[in-house]
C-alpha cells in the first residue's frame, strides 16, 4: 500500500531527478521512490552499524533493524570495521570451559 | 563444526535457527546448508526456553532476537553459551552463564586433540580472514598452538 506524503527537496535533488528521468524513460515519481528506497536501506544498515558500535544493539537486533540476516550483518560490521573486543585473558578463560564439554 | 559434533550436541533456539538457516539458505549462504545437515542428524537440536524466561531476560537486558533466546535456552539447560555477540557476552556474564567464542573453541578442541596442529591453524587463518577478531588475538592464539611442537620437540631431544 502506498502513502502520500508532502517534503521540500533541494532543487538540485530535483533537477537531478528530472534529467535522470529523461534518461530512463521513467516517471518521476518512480524514480523519487525508487531512490527513497535505496536511501532508506542504505540508512537503516548505518544505524544498525552506529548502534551495535554504541554496544545498543546486539547482532541480531542489529540484523533486524537493517533487514539483513545474522552472517550478513556480521559481514557489514567487519566491512565497517567493527571487531570483536575480546581480549586473550576472556579467550583462555572461555577454552578452559570448552574444554569441559569436549 | 564438524570435529566439535563429534563429541558434543548442539542446541540451538528455534529463532537462531531461523536466522542462521532459514533466510541465510534464501542468501545461498553454504553454512545455513551444512547446519540444516547437521540438524537433519540430530547433531545439531532445535528447542525453545519457556516464554517466562525469554520474556524476564528480554526485560532484564533489553535484549531481543537469537541472543535473549540463546541465554534463556543457556540458563534453563545449564549450557555454555557459543556467542561472538558484545550484548550478549555481557547479559551471560550477569547470569553467570560460560562463553565459548569460535577463537577459544578452535583453541579447546585442539588442546583436547580433536583437530590436528595443521586444522587449528587452518582454522585460525580463516577466522582471520573473516575479520572480526582482532589481528593480535589470532596471532597470539597461533604462537601459542605453534609453540606446543617447539616444546615437544625439546622435550624429546632433551631425553635423549
Known sequence: ?102 | MKPLLKSAIIVIPKKVYNESVERSKGLGREDAYEIESYVNKRRIEIKEASEKTTKEYEEMFNIEGGEKESLALASEFKLPMLCDDKRGMNAAKVLNINIISSIAMVKALYNKKRIDKKTALNSLDELERYGWYKKDLIENMKEEIKNVKTNITKDTQNSF
Open chain 1, 1 to 102: 500500500m502506498l502513502k502520500q506524503i508532502s517534503l521540500r527537496i533541494p532543487k538540485t535533488v530535483f533537477d537531478t531527478v528530472n534529467s535522470l528521468s529523461k534518461f530512463e524513460h521513467l516517471e518521476r515519481s518512480m524514480l523519487f521512490r525508487q531512490a527513497l528506497l535505496k536511501g532508506i536501506n542504505q540508512l537503516r544498515k548505518e544505524t544498525a552499524v552506529n548502534l551495535y558500535k554504541e554496544g545498543n544493539l546486539s547482532i541480531s537486533e542489529a540484523a533486524k533493524l537493517a533487514n539483513l540476516g545474522v552472517g550478513e550483518m556480521m559481514d557489514l560490521l567487519i566491512k565497517n570495521g567493527v571487531k570483536s573486543d575480546l581480549s586473550m585473558e576472556e579467550v583462555r578463560v572461555q577454552v578452559k570451559v570448552a574444554e569441559k564439554i569436549i
